[in-house]
């Protein structure tokens, strides 16, 4: 680990940049911590749903008699108990179907004493469909014929996005050299070690407490009221701790109002949880995309124009998913400086598995295609792409044609850092020079890089967040906070920055964030935002703290406030440190005086960012980030096996914060890019799913995972805490096509639809180097083997 | 969920194999050792219970490696990680042991049993091609006529089709048996995935022959995930046969993986990159023989 | 309609227990809906993520696989019974002081699975503890930093981190 920067000496000890542990891991480790998946409340029934298990179908006839018979049911509900309770972002779903849309379609649902009731009243319902023909690709989808998902949405037309910049036209005749590829990044799912689950309870008054997993449980409570059709207000949201998320609890999915429904309809507590086999058919994906992109450049390699026309399989219903575009055109705009840009993307409705959000949020899709164009349009100038991609990066100060205004940019910085550290340039040539040459075993290094928002993205009409701060008499200090902890890290930053403005010791710190009537609003755990965000409104309020605290000492010692600190858990003299009274004394006095205070202070931080707005042209995230990855990898050219030998990363993250939650969520995002890379891929025929399993769909597993160099570039983000930007979605999404120009550097095979599995790279070597139409094996065999 | 658990009226847990046998002389027991194919298979409703419900776990002499005499005998329930730590056998049949190597997790090779990954007769068991090789038989005991009575089946007349053989009801598999190799015999495993375990197999492949004077001889060569049971490649080994075992030998064999593997698509590989993986893991293993 | 129970005792943390479990019951079930023991947790319920890793008889083993039945006789180990007088077992110290715990959802198992390696192996390598924890899943660390704690138990160096 390298730290190319620290920050100017002080007399203070400070905190930011160390090592801090996660306040909940020694109850994380020790199995004590009762996760979502773990409670039991008294009283409690066991809802379990019905899923269609086919991809369209009319539903003819549903029996539930017996079902509702079986002793030990306590409900049964069906499509009719809540056919107008349509909820989404354009209310074309529903908790309960009244026509199959796709494989896991909630048909009914049963609430029963134990699961084994529950699942046997599943099985005694009898439902008669009448099956129609499906639409499975959004090419097939798009057609005039096409079947009709649903009524509404006429043609299967779903969210449209366009952007366009500058002159096409123009640009495209400067160019001298243009690349033009499909890229047709594959549907792939979150797989949270713990699986999807709820438990709700309405009281009688009518308001609903839910415990879920949510990443946003505020305008969670906003989304899900319609699918209840009870206020809001009505909604009280906590949030145990979670096995898990990944930006697929980001929106409402039918089993949290199904477990609600079941939970009204019964007067009990209804604890609703998926089976890893319903997690992976019912749970949503990453959505999937064709992307028609073209680069140009001119024979210096100056960018010139990027257009992207994008199909999106919208699957069956309308979640984040298709909204990715959002997200895309800010890449296709904005990695490099492309001065003219044209964008258009469509979701189509299909009878597939419909997507989320998912880590790294469209970027994932679309740096696969720019960063492996950026690599081809390097070869066709005949440079080295370091150099290209140099030649094209932006400086600080620089704005995007969408107005993302770069502040802080470190890209430069990040190119040279990772080139340098891992020898990029002497090795792609040595690699490309022994790519035709015998030998089984090739080696090769690919540099892909991409911007993301790192400052929230204002998609919302606020991206703030809501921080209470109160302190005790004992000098305890507890954060109200709206920031989620889904097990990324935000308790130990929290923690650390409450620390570093108060002088408390670290344990000091207590942090309440998993209850929506107590917390204020924050917009949700997302867009790598949380650090950022929550890391800025805990500093604003521990710093109002320490004012109202410093002046109240003031007084009490006859000193100025400007004179004094808050350290090691006492007031001290800012010249020479020295301790004047104990921090717990001074709260005592305050609180027990003539004219008391209580140190209780309210913050709402709201990031200096524009609305996205529907034009898209906006600053829509107070700040930007950078990364590149370098992959180094070994490839059986035989097997097609890719072995990934080493990571190099540059990433600016502004400032380090606690460099160990840092490092953790670099390196565990950069493993769930490497699965979407090499080996995980969601085996959709005919809109069924047929590798819902550990088995078939495949996880990077601890030997696979590569060594990681890891580069912090500080930046300073004048907007961030401390000078930090939000890191954790850009590890997910570069690493992909780092490994594609890797692969290329070391075979001449180009990968475009992901993932870069053993047989999809043995074929594509193969046909690359058996002459067209011999399909013969063994000249390649005898010249390679051995 | 669709467990039948509710079928099972009866829990047996017995010390010796002769109770063992008595209580399946009607046919309608289902037996477990580890349970790590069993219980995945009746959660999911592959596969139903049966009205006894019996654990082998605890019959004495069910379990161990013998590696004494001139047959080398394997008990039913001793687990993968049992043999894949046994160093003896790792000197004699260094394939099979290779294997275990790959074999699932190491939670999984704690608790999986031999005989149960054979009697689970899946095209891609990890031990059938190396037990192939060595030219291993398995022993079925039953009760009949108030005694325990045993047959021997050559292992590559055991597998039928998919979970599928000719273990009958009331028999019992309680130990795997070879040869001990002659002096010369070399084995190799190979198998396919870039993880190093925990891995359905793609393909594997074993080879099992004497080497002397650059000639193979008694070559044996089994393909798993080809087929619908794990099998021998006749004609593989025919191209082999008495051969030097020189390059033309080698791309005769490669040649011949077409006549033997009868691979299919499915959601793992397609049959082309099957049929591609058979050729490469057979010359891969016959280079490497060739080296040594 | 459930399958006929039976009597089992084994010990558990050190402790005899006997209980009634239906028959066809695994022993991940009986740990968190019989024994309310839910530090073991559920994610796969096939054997391929070992977030149900538990010791039996001093080896691991994926509780969701395994019938409880079989427990008789036996002896059982959970991460319910690794913590010491003293506090946290040095494998679980070291996974907090290491950051190898995000959502922290596989790490029960994961700490078994590790505990037992490095127990079986003092002097365990790096790549050997990759290979012996190949069958536990995490969606959440990249290993990286598990893999740091797992070596620094096996050396005994701390990596300095802050409470």
């Known amino acids: 680990m390298q730290e190319t920067a620290t920050a100017s000496p002080t007399v203070k000890e400070t905190l930011i940049g160390q090592r801090v542990r996660k306040p909940d891991a020694p109850d994380k480790a020790t199995g004590k911590t009762r996760y979502i998946n773990d409670m039991v409340l008294p009283q409690m029934l066991i809802g379990k749903v019905l899923f269609a298990g086919r991809p369209h179908a009319r539903i003819v006839r549903i029996d539930t008699g017996a079902a509702q018979k079986l002793p030990g049911v306590h409900a049964v509900l069906t499509g009719k108990d809540v056919a107008e309770l349509r909820f989404g972002f354009v209310r074309d779903n529903v908790a309960l179907k009244d026509k199959v849309r796709c494989e896991h379609d909630e048909i009914a649902a049963v609430a029963a004493e134990t699961e084994e009731i529950a699942c046997r009243a599943l099985e005694l319902i009898e439902v008669e469909y009448e099956d129609l023909p499906g639409v499975f690709s959004p090419e097939a989808g798009a057609r005039e014929d096409a079947p009709q998902i649903h009524d509404r949405f006429p043609g299967n037309k779903s969210l449209a996005f366009e952007f366009r910049h500058g002159d096409l036209a123009a640009a495209e005749a400067a160019s001298e050299l243009i690349v033009d590829n499909v890229f047709r990044p594959h549907h792939v799912t979150h797989c949270c070690m713990g699986t999807s689950c709820a438990i709700a309870d309405f009281d009688h008054n009518g308001k609903l407490t839910i415990w879920t997993q949510t990443q946003y449980p505020y305008n969670y409570k906003m989304d899900l009221a319609p699918a209840l059709g009870i206020h809001p207000g009505d909604i009280r949201v906590i949030q145990p701790p979670v096995g898990g998320a990944f930006g697929s609890k980001l929106d409402v999915y039918p089993y949290e109002p199904i477990a609600a429904l079941l939970a009204r309809k019964t007067g009990r507590p209804v604890k609703v949880m998926y089976s890893r086999e319903e997690e992976f ?50 890449t296709t705009s904005g990695h490099y400086r492309v001065p003219v840009v044209d964008f258009k993307a469509q979701a189509i409705y299909t009878n597939n598995p419909y997507a989320g959000s998912f880590r790294g949020y469209g970027n994932v899709q679309t740096t696969w295609a720019t960063a492996q164009q950026m690599d081809m349009l390097a070869e066709m100038v005949d440079i080295d792409p370091l150099e290209f991609h140099l030649k094209n990066a932006q400086r600080s100060g620089e704005v995007t044609p969408q107005r993302s205004f770069l502040r802080e940019c470190a890209l430069v910085e990040c190119l040279e850092t990772a080139a340098t550290a891992s020898d990029y340039s002497r090795k792609r040539k040595e690699y490309a020079a022994l790519r035709d040459a015998p030998g089984r075993y090739k080696k090769g290094i690919g540099l892909a890089s991409s911007i993301h928002n790192a400052g929230g993205a204002k998609i919302h009409k606020s991206d703030g967040i809501g921080t209470i701060l109160k302190m005790d008499d004992y000098a305890r200090v507890t954060v109200i906070t709206g920031a989620s902890e889904i097990g990324q890290g935000i308790d130990a930053v929290i923690t650390l920055i409450v620390a570093e403005e108060l002088g408390v010791p670290l344990e000091h710190v207590t942090l309440v964030n998993n209850d929506s009537d107590v917390a204020p609003w924050d917009v949700g755990v997302h867009a790598s935002r949380t650090t950022f965000i929550a890391g800025n409104g805990t500093r604003r309020a521990a710093r109002k703290a320490k004012a109202q605290i410093l002046n109240a000492a003031a007084k009490m010692l006859e000193e100025s406030p400007e004179d004094l600190d808050l350290r090691a858990g006492s007031v001290v003299r800012n010249t020479d440190g020295a301790a004047l009274i104990k921090l717990e004394r001074v709260l005592r006095q305050m609180h027990f005086q003539a004219e008391p205070e209580l140190v209780m202070v309210t913050d709402y931080y709201e990031p200096k960012s524009e609305p996205e707005g529907a034009a898209h042209v906006s600053d829509h995230s107070a700040a930007y980030s950078h990364a590149v990855h370098i992959a180094e990898i070994t490839v059986d050219t035989l097997t097609g096996e890719i072995k990934v030998d080493k990571v190099t990363v540059a990433q600016d993250v502004g400032r380090v914060i606690n460099r160990m939650g840092l490092e953790g969520q670099i390196e565990g995002g950069l493993a769930i890019g490497l699965g979407y890379a090499l080996s995980e891929d969601m085996r959709i025929e005919n809109g069924m799913l047929k590798n819902a399993c550990f088995r078939d769909y495949k996880l990077i597993t601890a030997p696979e995972m590569p060594p990681l160099d890891l580069h912090f570039i500080e930046s300073h983000c004048a907007e961030g805490p401390y000078g930090a930007k939000g890191i954790s979605e850009l590890p997910t999404i570069v690493i992909a096509p780092a490994i594609a120009n890797a692969l290329y550097n070391a075979t001449g095979v180009r990968i475009f639809d992901p993932p870069m599995s053993p047989e999809k790279v043995a074929r594509a070597i193969f046909e690359r180097c058996a002459p067209a139409g011999s399909g013969a094996v063994e000249p390649r065999l005898a010249g390679t083997a051995a | 969920m669709s467990e039948t658990s509710e079928k099972i009226s009866a829990y047996l847990a017995p010390r010796r194999l002769d109770e063992a046998l008595q209580a399946m002389a009607d046919g309608d027991a289902t037996v477990f050792c580890g349970g790590t194919d069993l219980a995945p298979q009746t959660e999911s409703g592959a596969r139903q219970y049966q009205a006894k419900l019996l654990n082998l776990r605890r019959i004495e002499g069910l379990c161990g490696i013998d590696t004494g005499g001139g047959e080398i005998r394997i008990g039913a329930a001793t687990t993968i990680s049992d043999l894949r730590r046994n160093a003896p056998l790792a000197a004699i049949a ?192 016959l280079n490497d023989v060739r080296r040594d | 309609m459930m399958s006929v129970e039976t009597e089992i005792r084994f010990k558990l943390n050190g402790r005899e227990v006997s209980l009634k479990v239906p028959v066809a019951m695994k022993t991940l079930a009986m740990l968190r809906d019989k024994l309310g023991m839910t530090g073991t947790k559920y994610a796969c319920g096939e054997g391929e993520c070992g977030a149900c890793t538990v010791e039996v008889d001093g080896r691991t083993v994926n509780s969701c696989l395994m019938y409880a039945v079989d427990c008789d006789g036996r002896e059982l180990v959970t991460i319910e019974g690794l913590r010491t007088p003293e506090g946290l077992h040095p494998v679980q110290q070291a996974f907090v002081d290491h950051g190898a715990v995000q959502c922290g959802f596989c790490m029960p198992g994961m700490i078994m699975q590790a505990k037992n390696l490095i127990e079986n192996n003092p002097g365990l390598t790096r790549e050997e503890a990759q290979r012996g924890l190949e069958g536990n899943l995490c969606r959440c660390t990249g290993y990286t930093k598990v893999l740091d704690a797992v070596e620094a138990v096996v050396s005994g160096k701390s990596c300095g981190s802050r409470p």
């Open chain 2, 94 to 285: 260094p394939a099979l042991v290779e294997a275990a190597e790959h074999f699932a997790s190491e939670q999984i090779r704690n608790a999986a049993s031999v005989g149960g990954n054979l009697c689970n007769a899946s095209p891609a068991g990890d031990m059938s091609p190396p037990l192939l090789v060595l030219g291993a038989a398995v022993e079925l005991a039953c009760w009949r006529d108030r005694a325990v009575q045993v047959r021997r089946v050559p292992l590559e007349a055991f597998f039928v089709s998919p979970g599928k053989t000719v273990r009958r009801p009331e028999e019992l598999l309680t130990a795997v048996v070879f040869e001990r190799p002659a002096d010369g015999f070399v084995s190799r495993f190979r198998k396919s995935g870039p993880r190093p375990a925990l891995e359905i197999s793609t393909v594997s492949v074993a080879l099992g022959a004497r080497i002397a004077d650059g000639r193979l001889s008694g070559v044996r060569v089994a393909l798993g995930s080809v087929a619908p049971t794990p099998l021998r490649a006749r004609h593989v080994e025919a191209a082999l046969e008495g051969r030097p075992l020189d390059a033309t030998t080698i791309a005769a064999a490669v040649a011949a993986t077409a006549d033997d593997a009868r691979p299919i698509d499915d959601v793992r590989a397609s049959a082309w990159y099957r049929g591609h993986l058979v050729r490469v893991f057979v010359e891969e293993v």
């Open chain 1, 281 to 330: 058919k019912a749970s949503p994906t990453r959505q999937a995309a064709i992307i028609h992109m073209r680069t140009g450049c001119t024979r210096d390699g100056v960018l010139t124009f990027r257009t992207a026309d994008v199909l999106l399989d919208n699957g069956a219903y309308t979640s984040w998913g298709p909204t990715i575009p959002v997200i895309m055109m800010r």
